[in-house]
T-cell receptor, first 113, second 109 residues
Framework: DGGITQSPKYLFRKEGQNVTLSCEQNLNHDAMYWYRQDPGQGLRLIYYSQIVNDFQKGDIAEGYSVSREKKESFPLTVTSAQKNPTAFYLC????????????FGSGTQLSVL | KNEVEQSPQNLTAQEGEFITINCSYSVGISALHWLQQHPGGGIVSLFMLSSGKKKHGRLIATINIQEKHSSLHITASHPRDSAVYICAVLRDSNYQLIWGAGTKLIIKP
């Protein structure tokens, strides 16, 4: 079955450490998104990519980096510059047509040790 | 003012009641999405609308493009419908998704 796979489900980061969250999709979708969700809050856009080898900053990109070397993969790195990384991270994708539904991964909960 | 406004922010109802959640937006859009997020965090897409009305089981979604307004209705509500319902629009100028703040729905048995 097609879908989005995020891993790991839970991740712990030490101070000063970079960590990478994985997002893989086999839906042949062009657009992929990374969102951050804090407890009781809505989704905030970190980065998005409309096509391979291209990505754009969202509203809260500082302290994060991404790459889009393959259509299927859109990993998110939480760098040591992100001073408050504890949050729930969601990856989403959408097909090229504007009439296509959004698909979401199951999320990664990142916590700081 | 937010570009996507949802109301109400919180809604508690008894099992069996008819539920309506509203979404208003102020930008030009290509599509509007209704999504459901359960307490575990997973998000599921319920509907994608660009015009008219869609129905899936007990859920009905409508959109009025001229009035820039959409509604999500739940008929014969059930405690398992308890979740956060989120409206998101795809802006037609840059295809960026703009999210509503969500409506937290609790259905009591």
């Amino acid at each position: 079955d097609g879908g989005i796979t995020q891993s790991p489900k839970y991740l712990f980061r030490k101070e000063g450490q970079n960590v990478t969250l994985s997002c893989e999709q086999n839906l042949n979708h062009d657009a992929m998104y990374w969102y951050r969700q804090d407890p009781g809050q809505g989704l905030r856009l970190i980065y998005y990519s409309q096509i391979v080898n291209d990505f754009q900053k969202g509203d809260i990109a500082e302290g994060y980096s991404v790459s889009r070397e393959k259509k299927e993969s859109f990993p998110l790195t939480v760098t040591s510059a992100q001073k408050n990384p504890t949050a729930f991270y969601l990856c989403a994708s959408r097909g090229y047509s504007t009439n296509e539904k959004l698909f979401f991964g199951s999320g990664t909960q990142l916590s700081v040790l | 003012k937010n570009e996507v406004e949802q109301s109400p922010q919180n809604l508690t109802a008894q099992e069996g009641e008819f539920i309506t959640i509203n979404c208003s937006y102020s930008v030009g859009i290509s599509a509007l999405h209704w999504l459901q997020q359960h307490p575990g965090g997973g998000i599921v897409s319920l509907f994608m609308l660009s015009s008219g009305k869609k129905k899936h089981g007990r859920l009905i979604a409508t959109i009025n493009i001229q009035e820039k307004h959409s509604s999500l209705h739940i008929t014969a509500s059930h405690p398992r419908d308890s979740a956060v319902y989120i409206c998101a629009v795809l802006r037609d100028s840059n295809y960026q998704l703009i999210w509503g703040a969500g409506t937290k729905l609790i259905i009591k048995p």
